[in-house]
Protein backbone atom coordinates (compact mmCIF):
# COMPACT_ATOMS: atom_id res chain seq x y z
CA UNK A 1 0.00 0.00 0.00
CA UNK A 2 2.98 2.57 0.78
CA UNK A 3 4.71 3.81 -2.22
CA UNK A 4 7.58 1.75 -2.90
CA UNK A 5 10.02 4.74 -2.32
CA UNK A 6 8.47 5.66 0.84
CA UNK A 7 8.13 2.43 2.61
CA UNK A 8 12.17 1.96 3.50
CA UNK A 9 12.19 1.98 7.08
CA UNK A 10 8.54 2.66 7.29
CA UNK A 11 6.20 0.84 10.23
CA UNK A 12 3.11 0.95 10.24
CA UNK A 13 1.85 2.54 14.24
CA UNK A 14 -2.06 3.33 13.68
CA UNK A 15 -4.69 3.00 10.81
CA UNK A 16 -7.90 4.20 10.59
CA UNK A 17 -11.17 1.29 11.14
CA UNK A 18 -11.73 1.42 6.86
CA UNK A 19 -8.00 0.93 6.44
CA UNK A 20 -7.79 4.46 4.51
CA UNK A 21 -5.71 6.71 6.83
CA UNK A 22 -2.38 5.24 7.89
CA UNK A 23 0.23 6.54 10.20
CA UNK A 24 3.98 5.44 9.53
CA UNK A 25 6.71 5.75 11.45
CA UNK A 26 10.26 6.04 9.96
CA UNK A 27 12.21 3.54 12.41
CA UNK A 28 15.57 5.18 10.95
CA UNK A 29 14.72 8.69 11.18
CA UNK A 30 12.47 7.97 13.88
CA UNK A 31 9.68 9.96 12.06
CA UNK A 32 6.21 10.07 11.85
CA UNK A 33 4.57 10.19 8.94
CA UNK A 34 0.38 10.06 7.72
CA UNK A 35 -0.16 8.87 4.48
CA UNK A 36 -3.87 8.55 3.35
CA UNK A 37 -5.27 6.00 0.36
CA UNK A 38 -8.06 8.20 -0.42
CA UNK A 39 -10.45 9.42 2.28
CA UNK A 40 -14.01 9.79 2.12
CA UNK A 41 -15.54 13.17 2.90
CA UNK A 42 -17.27 11.67 6.08
CA UNK A 43 -13.81 10.70 7.23
CA UNK A 44 -12.96 14.40 7.96
CA UNK A 45 -13.80 13.72 11.57
CA UNK A 46 -12.51 10.59 11.70
CA UNK A 47 -9.01 12.00 10.71
CA UNK A 48 -9.40 14.96 13.29
CA UNK A 49 -10.57 12.66 16.04
CA UNK A 50 -7.10 10.51 15.30
CA UNK A 51 -4.76 13.33 15.03
CA UNK A 52 -6.39 14.48 18.49
CA UNK A 53 -6.14 10.92 19.99
CA UNK A 54 -2.36 10.21 19.22
CA UNK A 55 -1.61 13.43 21.04
CA UNK A 56 1.16 14.75 18.81
CA UNK A 57 0.13 18.07 18.11
CA UNK A 58 1.64 20.80 20.19
CA UNK A 59 -1.09 22.88 22.19
CA UNK A 60 -0.41 26.25 20.18
CA UNK A 61 -1.66 24.11 17.16
CA UNK A 62 -4.18 22.35 18.36
CA UNK A 63 -7.20 25.49 17.23
CA UNK A 64 -4.91 26.01 14.19
CA UNK A 65 -5.35 21.84 13.45
CA UNK A 66 -8.79 22.30 13.76
CA UNK A 67 -9.46 25.19 11.86
CA UNK A 68 -7.75 23.47 9.01
CA UNK A 69 -10.60 20.36 9.75
CA UNK A 70 -13.58 22.99 9.89
CA UNK A 71 -12.40 24.33 6.74
CA UNK A 72 -12.30 21.23 5.04
CA UNK A 73 -16.06 20.87 6.51
CA UNK A 74 -16.97 24.02 5.24
CA UNK A 75 -15.59 22.60 1.71
CA UNK A 76 -17.40 19.71 1.31
CA UNK A 77 -21.01 21.70 2.42
CA UNK A 78 -20.37 24.47 0.33
CA UNK A 79 -18.32 23.52 -2.16
CA UNK A 80 -14.98 24.57 -2.87
CA UNK A 81 -12.58 25.85 -5.95
CA UNK A 82 -9.33 24.66 -4.52
CA UNK A 83 -7.68 21.58 -4.97
CA UNK A 84 -5.69 21.45 -1.72
CA UNK A 85 -5.48 23.26 1.01
CA UNK A 86 -2.32 23.50 3.55
CA UNK A 87 -1.22 24.50 7.00
CA UNK A 88 1.04 24.27 9.03
CA UNK A 89 1.24 22.54 12.44
CA UNK A 90 4.16 21.46 15.20
CA UNK A 91 3.42 18.14 15.88
CA UNK A 92 5.39 15.39 17.59
CA UNK A 93 7.36 13.08 15.38
CA UNK A 94 9.38 10.89 17.46
CA UNK A 95 8.25 9.26 20.74
CA UNK A 96 10.88 11.12 23.11
CA UNK A 97 11.57 14.21 20.88
CA UNK A 98 10.30 17.53 20.86
CA UNK A 99 7.84 19.41 18.20
CA UNK A 100 8.86 19.78 14.65
CA UNK A 101 7.15 21.77 11.99
CA UNK A 102 5.36 19.98 9.34
CA UNK A 103 3.11 20.42 6.57
CA UNK A 104 0.02 19.53 6.83
CA UNK A 105 -2.00 18.81 3.10
CA UNK A 106 -5.20 17.95 1.88
CA UNK A 107 -5.59 17.11 -1.39
CA UNK A 108 -9.67 16.55 -2.87
CA UNK A 109 -10.71 14.54 -5.45
CA UNK A 110 -13.74 15.61 -6.99
CA UNK A 111 -16.71 13.35 -9.41
CA UNK A 112 -17.81 15.31 -12.53
CA UNK A 113 -20.08 17.47 -11.26
CA UNK A 114 -17.00 18.78 -9.10
CA UNK A 115 -18.36 17.50 -5.62
CA UNK A 116 -15.65 16.45 -3.45
CA UNK A 117 -15.88 12.88 -3.44
CA UNK A 118 -12.79 11.88 -1.15
CA UNK A 119 -9.55 13.42 0.37
CA UNK A 120 -5.92 12.25 0.55
CA UNK A 121 -4.07 13.75 3.89
CA UNK A 122 -0.19 14.04 4.04
CA UNK A 123 1.83 14.91 6.70
CA UNK A 124 5.27 15.07 6.67
CA UNK A 125 7.99 17.17 8.28
CA UNK A 126 9.39 20.01 6.88
CA UNK A 127 12.52 19.53 5.36
CA UNK A 128 15.60 21.88 6.12
CA UNK A 129 15.47 24.55 3.36
CA UNK A 130 11.57 24.97 4.27
CA UNK A 131 12.65 25.16 7.63
CA UNK A 132 15.35 27.77 6.78
CA UNK A 133 12.90 29.74 5.01
CA UNK A 134 9.89 29.80 6.97
CA UNK A 135 11.98 30.88 10.11
CA UNK A 136 13.48 33.60 8.12
CA UNK A 137 10.04 34.90 7.09
CA UNK A 138 9.02 34.77 10.56
CA UNK A 139 11.85 36.43 12.35
CA UNK A 140 13.05 38.97 9.61
CA UNK A 141 9.90 39.72 7.79
CA UNK A 142 9.46 42.77 10.93
CA UNK A 143 10.22 46.18 10.17
CA UNK A 144 13.28 45.66 11.39
CA UNK A 145 14.48 44.10 7.87
CA UNK A 146 11.65 43.96 5.10
CA UNK A 147 12.90 43.50 2.00
CA UNK A 148 11.90 39.59 2.32
CA UNK A 149 8.45 40.86 2.79
CA UNK A 150 8.49 43.98 0.31
CA UNK A 151 9.46 42.20 -2.93
CA UNK A 152 6.88 39.06 -2.52
CA UNK A 153 4.31 42.63 -1.74
CA UNK A 154 5.98 44.35 -5.14
CA UNK A 155 5.49 40.73 -7.19
CA UNK A 156 1.58 41.22 -6.03
CA UNK A 157 1.21 44.17 -7.58
CA UNK A 158 3.73 42.99 -10.58
CA UNK A 159 2.21 40.34 -11.60
CA UNK A 160 -1.81 41.20 -11.04
CA UNK A 161 -1.89 44.21 -13.28
CA UNK A 162 -5.40 43.74 -14.44
CA UNK A 163 -6.65 43.38 -11.03
CA UNK A 164 -7.27 45.76 -7.84
CA UNK A 165 -4.53 45.55 -5.01
CA UNK A 166 -5.69 45.84 -1.76
CA UNK A 167 -3.16 46.48 1.36
CA UNK A 168 -4.94 45.42 4.47
CA UNK A 169 -3.54 45.95 8.06
CA UNK A 170 -4.87 44.67 11.50
CA UNK A 171 -4.40 44.74 15.06
CA UNK A 172 -6.27 44.06 18.12
CA UNK A 173 -8.19 46.50 20.06
CA UNK A 174 -6.24 47.62 23.52
CA UNK A 175 -3.84 45.20 22.73
CA UNK A 176 -2.18 46.23 25.90
CA UNK A 177 -5.05 45.57 28.31
CA UNK A 178 -5.41 42.03 26.89
CA UNK A 179 -1.57 41.54 27.94
CA UNK A 180 -2.42 42.88 31.37
CA UNK A 181 -5.36 41.18 31.70
CA UNK A 182 -4.50 37.42 30.21
CA UNK A 183 -0.52 37.55 30.39
CA UNK A 184 1.71 37.59 27.91
CA UNK A 185 2.72 33.95 27.47
CA UNK A 186 -1.35 33.45 26.32
CA UNK A 187 -1.10 36.81 24.20
CA UNK A 188 1.78 34.88 22.15
CA UNK A 189 -0.12 32.10 21.72
CA UNK A 190 -2.93 34.69 20.19
CA UNK A 191 -0.71 35.76 17.96
CA UNK A 192 1.48 32.46 16.91
CA UNK A 193 -2.71 31.98 16.25
CA UNK A 194 -3.13 34.72 14.16
CA UNK A 195 0.29 34.06 12.27
CA UNK A 196 -0.95 29.96 11.42
CA UNK A 197 -4.50 30.69 10.84
CA UNK A 198 -3.59 33.73 8.20
CA UNK A 199 -0.75 30.66 6.57
CA UNK A 200 -4.58 28.69 6.49
CA UNK A 201 -6.65 31.60 4.52
CA UNK A 202 -3.96 33.63 2.59
CA UNK A 203 -2.75 31.57 -1.02
CA UNK A 204 0.39 32.62 -2.21
CA UNK A 205 -0.50 35.23 -4.11
CA UNK A 206 -2.00 36.92 -1.25
CA UNK A 207 2.00 37.46 1.47
CA UNK A 208 0.89 38.54 4.71
CA UNK A 209 3.47 39.37 7.73
CA UNK A 210 3.59 40.61 11.24
CA UNK A 211 5.10 43.48 10.84
CA UNK A 212 4.80 44.79 14.84
CA UNK A 213 3.53 43.20 17.98
CA UNK A 214 0.51 43.27 17.53
CA UNK A 215 0.40 44.37 13.84
CA UNK A 216 -0.26 42.47 10.82
CA UNK A 217 -0.30 42.86 6.73
CA UNK A 218 -2.11 40.85 4.12
CA UNK A 219 -1.77 42.00 0.48
CA UNK A 220 -4.02 40.69 -1.87
CA UNK A 221 -4.97 41.17 -5.80
CA UNK A 222 -9.13 41.13 -6.00
CA UNK A 223 -11.69 42.18 -8.62
CA UNK A 224 -14.31 43.72 -6.48
CA UNK A 225 -14.83 45.67 -3.25
CA UNK A 226 -17.68 43.33 -1.98
CA UNK A 227 -15.24 40.55 -2.63
CA UNK A 228 -12.70 42.32 -0.64
CA UNK A 229 -14.75 42.96 2.08
CA UNK A 230 -15.67 39.27 2.12
CA UNK A 231 -11.93 38.52 2.53
CA UNK A 232 -11.76 40.55 5.32
CA UNK A 233 -14.58 39.09 7.39
CA UNK A 234 -13.46 35.56 6.59
CA UNK A 235 -9.90 36.48 7.80
CA UNK A 236 -12.45 38.48 11.32
CA UNK A 237 -14.17 35.28 11.87
CA UNK A 238 -10.93 32.71 11.40
CA UNK A 239 -9.06 34.90 13.86
CA UNK A 240 -11.76 35.01 16.06
CA UNK A 241 -11.81 31.55 17.38
CA UNK A 242 -9.11 31.63 19.57
CA UNK A 243 -10.58 30.43 23.29
CA UNK A 244 -11.02 31.98 26.24
CA UNK A 245 -10.16 35.61 25.66
CA UNK A 246 -12.30 38.33 24.49
CA UNK A 247 -11.12 40.77 21.66
CA UNK A 248 -11.78 42.74 18.45
CA UNK A 249 -9.60 43.76 15.16
CA UNK A 250 -9.42 46.54 13.87
CA UNK A 251 -8.83 46.83 9.75
CA UNK A 252 -7.09 49.05 7.74
CA UNK A 253 -6.99 49.15 3.90
CA UNK A 254 -5.59 50.82 1.52
CA UNK A 255 -6.44 49.82 -2.68
CA UNK A 256 -3.27 51.09 -4.52
CA UNK A 257 -3.73 53.88 -7.29
CA UNK A 258 -0.56 54.16 -8.38
CA UNK A 259 1.21 51.21 -9.12
CA UNK A 260 4.58 52.89 -9.39
CA UNK A 261 4.46 54.23 -5.59
CA UNK A 262 6.63 52.27 -3.21
CA UNK A 263 5.31 49.60 -1.37
CA UNK A 264 5.56 50.82 2.17
CA UNK A 265 3.50 54.20 1.36
CA UNK A 266 0.43 51.61 0.59
CA UNK A 267 1.31 49.97 4.00
CA UNK A 268 1.65 53.29 5.77
CA UNK A 269 -1.84 54.36 4.26
CA UNK A 270 -3.08 51.42 5.59
CA UNK A 271 -1.52 51.93 8.74
CA UNK A 272 -2.86 55.41 9.00
CA UNK A 273 -6.56 54.06 8.31
CA UNK A 274 -6.23 51.21 10.76
CA UNK A 275 -5.14 53.17 13.83
CA UNK A 276 -8.33 55.91 12.68
CA UNK A 277 -11.12 53.53 12.45
CA UNK A 278 -9.18 52.09 16.58
CA UNK A 279 -12.30 52.61 19.21
CA UNK A 280 -14.74 52.83 17.17
CA UNK A 281 -17.93 51.01 18.36
CA UNK A 282 -19.60 50.31 15.24
CA UNK A 283 -17.75 49.71 12.51
CA UNK A 284 -13.73 47.91 12.38
CA UNK A 285 -12.83 48.28 8.58
CA UNK A 286 -12.04 51.68 7.08
CA UNK A 287 -11.00 52.42 4.06
CA UNK A 288 -8.05 54.83 3.29
CA UNK A 289 -8.67 58.25 1.76
CA UNK A 290 -5.87 60.96 1.55
CA UNK A 291 -8.49 63.53 3.92
CA UNK A 292 -6.96 61.23 6.30
CA UNK A 293 -3.63 62.47 6.91
CA UNK A 294 -4.22 65.23 8.66
CA UNK A 295 -6.64 63.53 11.34
CA UNK A 296 -3.44 61.40 12.01
CA UNK A 297 -1.70 64.61 12.57
CA UNK A 298 -3.88 65.55 15.03
CA UNK A 299 -3.77 62.67 16.93
CA UNK A 300 0.26 62.95 17.00
CA UNK A 301 0.38 66.32 17.85
CA UNK A 302 -2.16 65.42 21.00
CA UNK A 303 0.48 62.92 21.87
CA UNK A 304 3.60 65.43 21.50
CA UNK A 305 1.61 67.54 24.14
CA UNK A 306 -0.37 65.82 26.48
CA UNK A 307 2.22 65.02 29.10
CA UNK A 308 3.80 68.74 29.07
CA UNK A 309 0.20 69.81 28.91
CA UNK A 310 -0.46 68.30 32.38
CA UNK A 311 2.83 69.68 34.06
CA UNK A 312 1.88 73.35 32.92
CA UNK A 313 -1.50 72.97 34.05
CA UNK A 314 -3.31 73.22 30.72
CA UNK A 315 -5.96 70.52 31.71
CA UNK A 316 -8.46 72.53 33.80
CA UNK A 317 -11.66 71.03 35.46
CA UNK A 318 -15.30 72.22 34.32
CA UNK A 319 -18.44 71.52 36.16
CA UNK A 320 -21.85 70.80 34.61
CA UNK A 321 -24.69 71.38 37.13
CA UNK A 322 -27.23 68.70 37.75
CA UNK A 323 -30.96 70.29 37.78
CA UNK A 324 -33.87 69.23 39.52
CA UNK A 325 -36.75 70.04 37.11
CA UNK A 326 -38.99 70.44 39.50
CA UNK A 327 -37.42 72.54 42.10
CA UNK A 328 -35.01 74.51 39.72
CA UNK A 329 -32.14 73.74 42.56
CA UNK A 330 -28.96 72.11 41.48
CA UNK A 331 -28.36 69.23 43.12
CA UNK A 332 -25.34 67.67 41.63
CA UNK A 333 -22.26 68.40 39.17
CA UNK A 334 -20.47 66.66 36.79
CA UNK A 335 -16.72 66.61 36.07
CA UNK A 336 -15.65 67.08 32.57
CA UNK A 337 -11.97 67.76 31.48
CA UNK A 338 -10.67 70.20 29.33
CA UNK A 339 -7.56 71.37 27.52
CA UNK A 340 -6.80 74.73 27.36
CA UNK A 341 -3.86 75.12 24.89
CA UNK A 342 -1.27 77.96 24.75
CA UNK A 343 -1.53 77.72 21.04
CA UNK A 344 -4.41 75.88 19.91
CA UNK A 345 -6.86 77.10 22.42
CA UNK A 346 -9.98 74.87 23.70
CA UNK A 347 -9.65 71.31 23.16
CA UNK A 348 -12.91 69.37 23.24
CA UNK A 349 -12.60 65.75 24.94
CA UNK A 350 -14.28 64.32 22.10
CA UNK A 351 -10.79 65.03 19.83
CA UNK A 352 -8.06 64.35 23.22
CA UNK A 353 -10.38 61.39 25.27
CA UNK A 354 -10.12 59.12 22.63
CA UNK A 355 -6.68 59.34 22.01
CA UNK A 356 -5.66 59.19 25.46
CA UNK A 357 -7.63 55.98 26.00
CA UNK A 358 -6.14 54.14 23.28
CA UNK A 359 -2.32 54.90 24.59
CA UNK A 360 -3.15 55.26 28.22
CA UNK A 361 -2.65 58.37 29.51
CA UNK A 362 -6.43 58.78 30.05
CA UNK A 363 -5.50 57.16 33.86
CA UNK A 364 -3.18 60.44 34.54
CA UNK A 365 -5.65 62.72 33.28
CA UNK A 366 -8.61 61.18 35.41
CA UNK A 367 -6.52 61.06 38.66
CA UNK A 368 -5.99 64.70 38.09
CA UNK A 369 -9.54 65.38 37.41
CA UNK A 370 -10.21 63.50 41.03
CA UNK A 371 -8.53 65.31 42.90
CA UNK A 372 -9.63 68.50 41.25
CA UNK A 373 -13.06 67.56 42.36
CA UNK A 374 -12.10 66.68 45.78
CA UNK A 375 -10.57 69.48 46.53
CA UNK A 376 -13.19 71.52 45.19
CA UNK A 377 -15.73 69.64 47.45
CA UNK A 378 -13.72 70.69 50.22
CA UNK A 379 -13.44 74.58 49.16
CA UNK A 380 -17.47 74.30 48.39
CA UNK A 381 -17.35 72.74 51.90
CA UNK A 382 -14.96 75.83 53.83
CA UNK A 383 -17.09 78.20 52.14
CA UNK A 384 -20.62 77.49 54.50
CA UNK A 385 -22.26 76.42 51.37
CA UNK A 386 -24.30 72.87 51.25
CA UNK A 387 -22.01 71.17 48.91
CA UNK A 388 -23.82 68.72 46.17
CA UNK A 389 -22.29 65.45 44.93
CA UNK A 390 -20.10 65.81 42.00
CA UNK A 391 -19.37 62.94 39.70
CA UNK A 392 -16.41 61.93 38.22
CA UNK A 393 -15.77 59.95 34.60
CA UNK A 394 -13.77 56.75 35.70
CA UNK A 395 -12.42 54.89 31.87
CA UNK A 396 -12.74 51.42 31.10
CA UNK A 397 -9.34 51.18 29.91
CA UNK A 398 -7.68 50.80 33.24
CA UNK A 399 -10.61 49.91 35.60
CA UNK A 400 -9.61 46.02 35.41
CA UNK A 401 -5.84 46.50 36.58
CA UNK A 402 -5.83 49.92 37.95
CA UNK A 403 -6.74 50.37 42.09
CA UNK A 404 -9.40 53.04 41.22
CA UNK A 405 -10.98 52.51 44.72
CA UNK A 406 -7.85 52.61 46.74
CA UNK A 407 -6.61 56.02 45.03
CA UNK A 408 -10.09 57.77 45.52
CA UNK A 409 -10.66 56.42 48.57
CA UNK A 410 -6.86 57.98 49.28
CA UNK A 411 -8.12 61.63 47.76
CA UNK A 412 -11.24 61.51 49.89
CA UNK A 413 -8.99 60.94 53.01
CA UNK A 414 -6.56 63.92 52.28
CA UNK A 415 -9.04 66.14 51.42
CA UNK A 416 -11.03 64.69 54.36
CA UNK A 417 -14.90 65.12 52.54
CA UNK A 418 -17.84 62.91 53.11
CA UNK A 419 -17.88 59.71 50.59
CA UNK A 420 -21.18 60.55 49.39
CA UNK A 421 -19.87 63.70 47.54
CA UNK A 422 -18.02 61.66 44.91
CA UNK A 423 -19.94 59.74 42.66
CA UNK A 424 -18.40 57.89 40.23
CA UNK A 425 -19.31 57.23 36.44
CA UNK A 426 -18.44 54.10 33.99
CA UNK A 427 -20.12 53.99 30.79
CA UNK A 428 -22.04 51.32 29.09
CA UNK A 429 -20.26 48.53 27.70
CA UNK A 430 -21.30 46.04 24.93
CA UNK A 431 -18.70 43.75 27.60
CA UNK A 432 -20.46 44.39 30.66
CA UNK A 433 -18.50 41.23 32.24
CA UNK A 434 -15.75 42.27 34.16
CA UNK A 435 -16.83 45.70 34.61
CA UNK A 436 -19.85 44.49 36.45
CA UNK A 437 -17.39 42.37 38.77
CA UNK A 438 -15.81 46.04 39.92
CA UNK A 439 -18.51 47.77 40.24
CA UNK A 440 -19.64 45.94 42.77
CA UNK A 441 -16.76 46.15 44.61
CA UNK A 442 -17.31 50.09 44.17
CA UNK A 443 -20.54 49.64 45.47
CA UNK A 444 -19.58 47.60 48.06
CA UNK A 445 -16.44 50.21 49.00
CA UNK A 446 -19.59 52.68 49.06
CA UNK A 447 -19.26 54.56 46.37
CA UNK A 448 -22.51 55.79 44.42
CA UNK A 449 -22.09 53.89 40.67
CA UNK A 450 -23.95 55.91 37.82
CA UNK A 451 -24.08 54.15 34.55
CA UNK A 452 -23.19 56.82 31.84
CA UNK A 453 -24.20 57.18 28.38
CA UNK A 454 -27.34 54.32 29.03
CA UNK A 455 -29.21 53.88 25.60
CA UNK A 456 -26.08 54.74 23.26
CA UNK A 457 -26.00 51.42 21.82
CA UNK A 458 -25.70 48.30 24.06
CA UNK A 459 -28.13 48.36 26.44
CA UNK A 460 -30.23 45.30 27.30
CA UNK A 461 -32.68 44.17 29.35
CA UNK A 462 -30.55 41.69 31.14
CA UNK A 463 -28.36 44.18 32.21
CA UNK A 464 -30.68 45.64 33.99
CA UNK A 465 -31.65 42.60 35.58
CA UNK A 466 -28.21 42.16 37.36
CA UNK A 467 -26.72 45.94 37.47
CA UNK A 468 -24.97 46.73 40.70
CA UNK A 469 -25.46 50.28 39.24
CA UNK A 470 -27.24 52.92 41.37
CA UNK A 471 -28.26 55.39 38.95
CA UNK A 472 -28.51 55.32 35.31
CA UNK A 473 -27.46 58.48 33.15
CA UNK A 474 -29.99 58.59 30.04
CA UNK A 475 -27.41 59.60 27.11
CA UNK A 476 -27.96 62.40 24.79
CA UNK A 477 -28.70 60.57 21.69
CA UNK A 478 -31.26 58.73 22.65
CA UNK A 479 -33.53 61.74 23.88
CA UNK A 480 -33.01 63.71 20.93
CA UNK A 481 -33.38 60.45 18.30
CA UNK A 482 -36.52 59.26 20.56
CA UNK A 483 -38.17 62.31 21.23
CA UNK A 484 -39.18 62.99 17.87
CA UNK A 485 -41.42 60.23 17.34
CA UNK A 486 -44.62 59.07 19.50
CA UNK A 487 -43.26 55.28 19.37
CA UNK A 488 -39.83 56.94 20.36
CA UNK A 489 -41.42 59.18 23.54
CA UNK A 490 -43.32 55.89 24.80
CA UNK A 491 -39.81 53.93 24.62
CA UNK A 492 -38.85 56.50 26.62
CA UNK A 493 -40.86 57.15 29.59
CA UNK A 494 -41.30 53.38 29.83
CA UNK A 495 -37.63 53.25 30.35
CA UNK A 496 -37.42 55.77 32.78
CA UNK A 497 -40.97 54.08 35.20
CA UNK A 498 -39.17 50.80 34.57
CA UNK A 499 -35.54 52.00 35.86
CA UNK A 500 -38.39 54.02 38.92
CA UNK A 501 -39.22 50.57 39.26
CA UNK A 502 -36.45 48.24 39.53
CA UNK A 503 -35.14 50.95 42.97
CA UNK A 504 -32.48 52.95 40.36
CA UNK A 505 -31.82 56.71 39.89
CA UNK A 506 -32.50 58.25 36.75
CA UNK A 507 -30.85 61.33 35.25
CA UNK A 508 -31.50 62.72 31.78
CA UNK A 509 -28.14 63.83 29.99
CA UNK A 510 -28.18 66.29 27.25
CA UNK A 511 -31.11 68.09 27.76
CA UNK A 512 -31.24 71.38 25.32
CA UNK A 513 -34.97 72.60 25.43
CA UNK A 514 -37.81 73.38 28.10
CA UNK A 515 -39.68 70.73 25.57
CA UNK A 516 -37.86 68.18 26.89
CA UNK A 517 -37.40 69.07 30.16
CA UNK A 518 -41.15 68.96 30.57
CA UNK A 519 -41.51 65.70 29.16
CA UNK A 520 -39.03 63.83 30.84
CA UNK A 521 -40.62 65.51 34.33
CA UNK A 522 -43.86 64.22 32.87
CA UNK A 523 -42.59 60.84 32.48
CA UNK A 524 -41.15 60.50 36.00
CA UNK A 525 -37.19 61.54 35.78
CA UNK A 526 -36.55 65.02 38.03
CA UNK A 527 -33.02 64.73 37.26
CA UNK A 528 -31.37 66.70 34.18
CA UNK A 529 -28.11 67.48 32.66
CA UNK A 530 -27.66 69.63 30.00
CA UNK A 531 -27.63 73.24 27.88
CA UNK A 532 -30.48 74.20 28.88
CA UNK A 533 -29.85 74.60 32.08
CA UNK A 534 -26.24 75.05 31.78
CA UNK A 535 -23.30 74.37 29.93
CA UNK A 536 -19.88 72.84 31.47
CA UNK A 537 -18.63 76.01 33.64
CA UNK A 538 -15.34 76.74 35.22
CA UNK A 539 -15.37 75.40 38.84
CA UNK A 540 -15.49 79.55 40.04
CA UNK A 541 -18.66 80.07 37.69
CA UNK A 542 -20.08 76.76 39.46
CA UNK A 543 -19.42 77.91 42.67
CA UNK A 544 -20.90 81.09 42.07
CA UNK A 545 -24.20 79.12 40.44
CA UNK A 546 -24.49 77.57 43.86
CA UNK A 547 -24.60 79.97 46.01
CA UNK A 548 -27.05 82.04 43.66
CA UNK A 549 -29.16 79.22 43.64
CA UNK A 550 -29.30 77.82 46.94
CA UNK A 551 -28.85 73.69 46.13
CA UNK A 552 -30.99 71.29 48.04
P1 LIG B 1 -20.03 62.28 29.23
O1 LIG B 1 -19.38 61.78 30.47
O2 LIG B 1 -21.27 61.59 28.79
O3 LIG B 1 -20.27 63.81 29.48
C1 LIG B 1 -21.35 64.51 28.98
C2 LIG B 1 -20.99 65.20 27.72
O4 LIG B 1 -22.15 65.75 27.14
C3 LIG B 1 -20.06 66.39 27.93
O5 LIG B 1 -19.27 66.52 26.78
C4 LIG B 1 -21.02 67.57 27.98
O6 LIG B 1 -20.41 68.79 27.64
C5 LIG B 1 -22.00 67.14 26.92
N1 LIG B 1 -23.29 67.77 27.11
C6 LIG B 1 -23.90 68.06 28.27
N2 LIG B 1 -25.09 68.62 28.04
C7 LIG B 1 -25.24 68.72 26.71
C8 LIG B 1 -26.28 69.21 25.84
O7 LIG B 1 -27.33 69.70 26.28
N3 LIG B 1 -26.08 69.12 24.51
C9 LIG B 1 -24.95 68.62 23.99
N4 LIG B 1 -24.83 68.59 22.67
N5 LIG B 1 -23.94 68.12 24.76
C10 LIG B 1 -24.10 68.18 26.11
P2 LIG B 1 -17.74 66.71 26.88
O8 LIG B 1 -17.37 67.52 28.05
O9 LIG B 1 -17.31 67.13 25.52
O10 LIG B 1 -17.23 65.25 27.16
C11 LIG B 1 -17.41 64.24 26.23
C12 LIG B 1 -17.08 62.94 26.85
O11 LIG B 1 -15.68 62.89 27.11
C13 LIG B 1 -17.74 62.70 28.20
O12 LIG B 1 -19.01 62.25 28.00
C14 LIG B 1 -16.82 61.66 28.78
O13 LIG B 1 -17.14 60.39 28.26
C15 LIG B 1 -15.49 62.09 28.25
N6 LIG B 1 -14.81 62.86 29.29
C16 LIG B 1 -14.83 64.20 29.52
N7 LIG B 1 -14.03 64.50 30.57
C17 LIG B 1 -13.50 63.33 31.00
C18 LIG B 1 -12.60 62.95 32.05
O14 LIG B 1 -12.12 63.76 32.85
N8 LIG B 1 -12.29 61.62 32.17
C19 LIG B 1 -12.82 60.68 31.33
N9 LIG B 1 -12.48 59.42 31.52
N10 LIG B 1 -13.66 61.00 30.36
C20 LIG B 1 -14.01 62.30 30.19
MG1 LIG C 1 -19.97 61.23 32.16
MG1 LIG D 1 -22.71 60.75 29.32
Not at 90 to 119: P, S
Not at 278 to 296: P, Q, R, T, V, W
Not at 423 to 442: F, S
Amino acid sequence: MLPEKYSENMVKIVESDDSTLHFYQNVKENKLYCLTKGFDTKGIDDFCRMMHELDILEPGSLSVFDVFCERIDEGIINGSDENNISTEIAVKLTADGGYEMCHLHAFYRRDENGRITDIHYNLRPYVQKEYFYREVLRNFSSDKNPKIYTQQCRNVIDTHPDKDIAFIQFDVERFKLLNDTYGVEKCDDLLQFFNDSLALVCTDEQPFCRLTADVFMIVTPFDTKDELVAFIRKIESLLSGFGGMEYHLYFGVAIVDDRSLHTRRHGDNASLARQLIKGNAIENILFFDSSMKSDLQKKQHIEEDMNKALLDNEFVMYLQPKYSISSGKIIGAEALARWQHPEKGMISPADFIPVFEQNGFILKLDCFIWEQACKKIREIIDLGLTPVPISVNISREYIQTFDVIGEIKKLIEKYDIPQPMLELEITETVDQRGVEDIVKKMKDAGFTMLMDDFGSGYSSLNMLKSTPFDVLKIDRHFLEEFMDSERGRKIIEHTISMTRDIGLGIVAEGVETCEQAMFLSSCGCDSAQGFYYSRPIPAQDFIDKLKLSGSI
